[in-house]
């Protein structure tokens, strides 16, 4: 018996709908530090966003 190709692209097609499902719950909330800064990553449906959280070891904070 024969797979046909439209069988085998919507299997593809719901193992990656999946997989990305599970990509965003497991890096959503979470914490990412960038030049010394915290920031919040989180997915709002169509992207990431990042929070400055505030809490610094940059320099250029400091700087008045």
Do not use: P
């Not at 299997?11 to 914490?31: D, E, P």
């Not at 929070?51 to 940059?58: A, E, R």
């Amino acid at each position: 018996m024969r797979i046909q190709t439209e069988n085998v692209m919507f299997v593809l097609f719901i193992v990656g709908g999946i997989a990305c499902g599970i990509y965003i719950v497991s890096n959503n909330n979470t914490i990412k530090v960038i030049d010394g800064c915290q920031y919040l990553k989180n997915y709002n449906g169509r992207g990431w966003n990042l929070t400055h959280k505030g809490n610094c070891t940059n320099i250029i904070h400091y700087k008045k």
